[in-house]
């Protein structure tokens, strides 16, 4: 989409956001026919995805999480256009924090952390939420740059708007090194794909997957703990984060036992709600070396 297309679609999206919940979600329940009854928007790498990461489940099983899948993606898709407008107040409404002494306890000590999560739950409110908690590290979150310039400025501006800052994928090392005297919660999204002769390889929902080793490898270099954010949702349009703590000294760990913990993490709660999990992404794109 192009500058035109850019403006024409402005304005809707910031109608979309400034939609009170429940007129939001009318819209999630149109949006959910019209994408994937009628469409079918990539129908057959939800269902591969789901097949080959639960082979134990029956078909029967297997569309209905697809079904419920396809449902949440839509629900994720409009509540981060809300993120646009959605105030402090509200987000705090929506989205519970537990395990918020675990961070204020890092930042009582000037402790720099590692956040890790997955496209699970709604990390985009997740961030915002993070943000509206006071005496906690502040939230750097790593991103890809989009390559509309002006979509880019817009998500930009959806991430940072409750005081989140952002690092590009291009840069993160570098400015984790330059700012590493500072008190920083560097958030990494840990299942996206790497290039697959850079990746560690693990088994990840029964299938061979590569895995960045970027977060061990800074974690270990700037001696940084490994916080887990799990984001689950209790009921429709409201979420729970909750904090532990999976590595408290990785200067102490083997080279990927870092990326073994936090993979299987992820793989538990993708086990646990798999309806809440990205299975449109192609994630199983490449083969082991």
């Known amino acids: 989409m192009g500058t035109l297309g850019y403006y024409i679609a402005l304005p809707f999206i910031y109608g979309v956001s400034l939609l009170p919940f429940p007129l939001l979600y009318l819209l999630s329940d149109l949006m959910y026919i019209i994408v994937f009854r009628v469409i079918g928007y990539r129908k057959d790498v939800v269902l591969t995805n789901l097949r080959k990461s639960f082979p ?11 079904r419920k899948f396809q449902q949440w993606f839509c629900d994720l898709a409009l ?44 990390w985009e409110l997740a961030g915002a939420r993070y943000s509206a908690e006071r005496g906690v590290p502040p939230l750097i979150v790593i991103y890809h740059p989009l ?24 840069e993160t090392s570098r400015a984790m090194i330059r700012d590493k005297d500072e008190l920083t919660a560097t958030a990494f999204i840990a299942d996206q794909t790497p290039a697959p002769e850079r990746a560690y390889w693990t088994t990840f929902l029964n299938q061979e997957t590569p895995v960045f080793q970027g977060t061990e490898t800074l974690a270990r270099k700037l001696r940084r703990p490994i916080v887990y954010i799990a984001i689950t949702r209790p009921r429709r349009g409201h979420y729970r984060m909750e904090v532990e703590t999976l590595v408290e000294t990785p200067m102490d760990t083997a080279i990927g036992e870092i990326t073994e913990i936090h993979t299987k993490r992820l793989e538990r709660d993708i086990r646990n709600y798999p309806d809440l999990w990205l299975w449109t992404h192609r994630r199983w794109k490449h083969r082991k070396p």
């Open 56 to 66: 134990e489940k029956s078909e029967h099983e297997i569309q209905a999480i697809a």
């Open 79 to 122: 509540e981060t256009i809300k993120t646009l407008t959605i105030s402090p107040d509200k987000v705090r409404e929506r989205v519970s924090l537990e395990g918020a002494e675990i961070l204020r306890g890092y930042a009582a000590k000037g402790q720099s952390i590692i956040i890790v999560l997955g496209h699970f739950g709604n």
């Open 147 to 170: 390559v509309n310039e002006h979509f880019d400025r817009l998500m930009t501006r959806m991430r940072t708007r409750h005081g989140t800052g952002l690092y590009t994928m291009r």
